[in-house]
């Protein structure tokens, strides 16, 4: 039945479960098949009688019309009736066409009575629920209260003269982007939108050439200052019909202030920033989308989200980010490529498991066509030139080492990545085993996948039997050691801007993330993820089941502890990095914080005796 058994153990809090007990439960499963936008059950309907499992597919979960959930493969809902024998407090619709386990009400308390990590799982869940459901009896108002305007970062809007002709005008808007113009009037100012120029101009059969701006100009103009609360800018658009207001700062227009900024403002949810995200109409609106995406995540992370759930959705809003500056970018060119090409992005990005400090990482490959008048090297140079600019502009900090498709090193095409990737393997000098690492998780973000499969194919024939290579890539991994003293207590900084910390990352989440991209590609496998890849070593008996489990779970516990520590620092204002103290963990935490470290000791000891890198670490 779908490999039930072996979805189910993967997941939480099936997990908890004993082999015997998960086979059983399987018996008791039923599968429904539901389609896009069909309704599985509605708020206020009789209490429900079944536990939904996604196995695939994309559930939302709604409450008068308010997103409040986004659901994905492994997560159960309908909880909250089955532990309360309460109507269902929400409205679950399908967002993808899915596949459902259904596990019944019987089962799922008898579960719940006998197995305590299995009913802690659940009655966690509930508690989050009711604290955000009585968070959220004054959420609007509150929230609204507690905002200034100057918090949203108003957009700026263009001012023009009294006597300046419609045709200027509309032609600066059309260039801009702009949906509105603020007119300079004797008396103050009066404003133009696209409506007014429609039922004002077009409608009326005006000239453009003939017809000045303060003609079809709307005044007076309502304003607030930078100063305000959203509140009150919501209270004067309600009291005037309107849909902007001018915001100001010491009596000069700063910018303007449309109701859809306020929507968006509150309905921060993933779904709702993905087609926002894909609507952007310039780097201005994607900058303001991914300052709310950053928003939307630390507070998904403080909530307890699963860190490998929370790593898939900031890839995927970064990965949407990244699409729509690609065609900014040839925007901004204003020339069109004549040959296939591909956008990849690596590392973290490139594996799905981006953290809350994240970076460029990119690279570009394109096929070489015999087109007349067309040189791909040096239309891609302008266009990778742009396109970073783009990504500079919406909030991508740089690599700090360069990584990025604006390096000519990081650029190219199918040949000379072919050329560049034997070049790295060949000679494992520091520099390509590092570039190696760097690049061997890549992912075609945009544009033709075909040349990124192929890549990966020719990576894939040129690692066998490079056994040297292997080990000194294995190599780099084992140069950062679990922060672990001899008598098991914790090595932190004892100077500096990090005394008493230690940095997370290098002492435990990249030898994780490092030993298994290496395992993974010497055998061959074609997952990316981390997560994912220990899953299949496992499976295939690569790495022993009870081990896989433990490492598993062991980079789990690391990205939650990375993820909680980031969103906290954003909270206070403080760029997000990878250091903690363990100090300030709770004392179960910090004994849970050593055995994943005695797990990535292990695992590297592992890593040792499969590549044979002992004489290369001397």
Avoid at 155 to 161: D, F, G, H, L, Y
Avoid at 178 to 190: F, N, Q, S
């Amino acid at each position: 039945m779908l490999d039930a058994e072996r979805f189910l153990k993967e997941h939480e809090p099936f997990n908890y479960l004993s082999p015997e007990v998960l086979k059983s439960l399987v018996y008791n499963l039923q599968v429904q098949y539901y389609k896009k936008d069909e309704v599985i059950f509605q708020e206020g309907q009789a209490p429900l009688n079944n536990l939904y499992i996604v196995r695939k597919g994309v559930v939302l979960l709604k409450r008068d019309a308010e997103i409040i959930d986004y659901l994905q493969e492994g997560e159960s809902f309908g909880f909250v009736s089955l532990l309360t024998g309460k109507p269902p407090s929400s409205t679950a619709v399908v967002y993808e066409d899915c596949l459902l386990f259904l596990l019944p009400e019987k089962i799922f308390k008898k579960l719940c009575r006998e197995y305590e990590a299995f009913n802690q799982y659940f009655l966690k869940k509930l508690a989050g629920r009711f604290e955000r459901k009585k968070e959220e009896g004054n959420t609007i108002l509150e929230r609204l209260a507690r905002v200034q305007v100057k918090d949203m970062n108003p957009k700026k809007i263009p001012i023009v003269e009294a006597t300046t002709s419609l045709d200027i005008v509309i032609s600066s808007m059309a260039k801009e982007d702009h949906r509105a113009v603020l007119v300079k009037l004797p008396d103050g100012y009066g404003i133009i939108t696209e409506r007014d120029i429609i039922k004002r101009l077009l409608a009326e059969g005006k000239d453009p050439k003939q017809t000045t701006a303060s003609e079809i100009a709307s005044f007076p103009v309502y304003g607030v200052e930078e100063e305000d609360y959203l509140i009150d800018v919501l209270t004067l658009m309600s009291k005037h019909a309107i849909r902007r207001v001018i915001v100001f700062s010491d009596q000069k227009p700063t910018g303007v202030l449309e109701d859809r900024d306020i929507i968006l403002y509150e309905n921060r949810n993933f779904v709702f920033l993905f087609k926002e995200i894909e609507k952007a109409k310039d780097e201005e609106d994607l900058a303001y989308l991914y300052r709310q995406t950053t928003k939307a995540v630390v507070e998904l992370v403080l909530e307890g989200a699963d860190p490998e759930r929370v790593g898939k959705y900031v890839s995927e809003l970064n990965d949407r980010f990244m699409k729509r500056a690609v065609f900014l970018a040839i925007k901004r060119l204003g020339e069109e490529p004549l040959t296939p090409f591909s956008i990849l992005v690596l590392g973290s990005e490139g594996r799905q498991e981006q953290s809350l400090k994240t970076d460029q990482d990119n690279a570009l490959v394109y096929r070489e066509l015999p087109i007349i008048d067309f040189d791909p090297k040096e239309y891609f140079k302008r266009f990778s030139e742009e396109y970073i600019k783009v990504l500079l502009k919406v909030g991508f900090p740089p690599c700090p080492g360069n990584v990025m498709i604006s390096n000519p090193e990081w650029r190219g095409s199918e040949r000379d990545w072919e050329k560049r990737i034997s070049s790295w393997i060949d000679t494992p000098k520091p520099e390509n085993v590092l570039n190696s690492a760097i690049f061997f998780d890549f992912r075609s973000v945009f544009g033709d996948k075909t040349l990124a499969d192929n890549l990966q194919e020719y990576v894939g024939k040129k690692l066998k039997g490079q056994s040297l290579f292997m080990s000194y890539l294995v190599g780099e991994g084992l140069k950062f050691r679990p922060p672990l003293t001899f008598l098991r207590g914790f090595v932190v900084e004892r100077s500096g801007e990090h005394k008493g910390e230690l940095d997370i990352k290098k002492g435990g989440i990249f030898p994780i993330t490092h030993g298994v991209r290496c395992i993974s590609l010497a055998n061959g496998l074609q997952e990316r993820n981390t997560y994912d890849r220990i899953r299949k070593l496992t499976e295939k008996g690569i790495i022993e089941r009870n081990f896989g489990k433990d490492l598993l779970e062991a980079y789990r516990f690391l990205n939650m502890l990375r993820f909680r520590v980031q969103a906290e620092n954003i909270m206070k204002g403080k760029e997000p990095d990878n250091y903690l103290n363990p100090e300030k963990l709770s004392k179960q935490e910090r004994g849970l914080l050593k055995d994943a470290f005695r797990i990535v000791e292990s695992f590297q000891e592992l890593l040792r005796e499969v590549f044979n890198t002992r004489l290369l670490e001397q």
